[in-house]
C-alpha cells in the first residue's frame, strides 16, 4: 500500500525525512523507508496555495464587469484552478501517485483475472478484494518463519512457482531446501 505525506512546504518535508532512516530526494518528493512506515511511503510538498477558486468570470463571462446587482455570488458548485506556477508540482504529484500505485502492483490476480495483486502491508492482496465481486485473494509475507519478498510473489502469481528460496525447511522430509 502506498502512502502520501503532504507537507506544507519543501523545508517542513525536509523536516519530515530527517526524522527517518532512508529517504531519497525524487523530482519534486522524496521516497522514505524506515521501520515506522509502512511500505511504499512518499513525503511530498506544496508551496504556497496549490489550488485556489475561480475567478467570477469563470463562472459566467457578465462577472467579467464588476456590478453590484451581481453579488453575491453563490456557485451551485464551486470551481478550483492551479496557478500556472503551480502546474508542475501538481502534475509531479498526481503522477508520482499514479507510478507508485503501478509500480506496487505484483501482477494480475489468478482468481478474479481483473484486480491487481498489490501490498496491502502484512499480505498481497487483490484489489478487487471490497469490490462487487468479492475476491478473496491473498498471500502471507511471511511463510514457514520466513519473509516471502516482493519476486517470489511475483513468481508464484505469474510462474505458479519460485526458484528455491533460501532457508526454508521442508516439514515433511525435514531437510533443508537450500542448494548446497
Not at 21 to 45: M, R, W
Not at 55 to 65: C, G, I, L, M, S
Request: proline share 6%.
Amino acid at each position: 500500500m502506498t502512502t502520501v505525506i503532504l507537507a506544507e512546504k519543501p523545508s517542513q518535508a525536509r523536516s519530515y525525512i530527517e526524522a527517518f532512516k532512508n529517504s531519497t530526494k525524487k523530482q519534486g518528493y522524496y521516497a522514505v523507508s524506515d521501520p515506522v512506515l509502512p511500505n511504499e511511503t512518499f513525503i511530498t510538498y506544496g508551496f504556497g496555495h496549490l489550488v485556489e477558486l475561480a475567478t467570477p468570470e469563470q463562472y459566467d463571462t457578465k462577472y467579467k464587469q464588476w456590478a453590484l446587482s451581481n453579488l453575491p455570488i453563490f456557485p451551485e458548485k464551486y470551481k478550483f484552478t492551479v496557478p500556472t506556477d503551480k502546474k508542475a508540482q501538481v502534475a509531479n504529484q498526481k503522477n508520482t501517485e499514479q507510478q507508485e500505485e503501478i509500480d506496487a502492483q505484483i501482477g494480475t490476480c489468478p482468481i478474479c483475472n481483473t484486480g491487481k495483486i498489490v501490498d496491502k502491508g502484512k499480505l498481497y492482496g487483490c484489489t478487487n478484494y471490497k469490490a462487487d465481486e468479492l475476491c478473496t485473494f491473498s498471500l502471507p509475507k511471511k511463510w514457514s518463519e520466513k519473509n516471502l519478498g516482493k519476486t517470489a510473489i511475483k513468481d508464484l502469481i505469474t510462474k505458479g512457482q519460485t526458484t528455491k528460496l533460501k532457508g526454508f525447511k521442508s516439514k515433511k522430509l525435514v531437510r533443508s531446501l537450500t542448494p548446497n
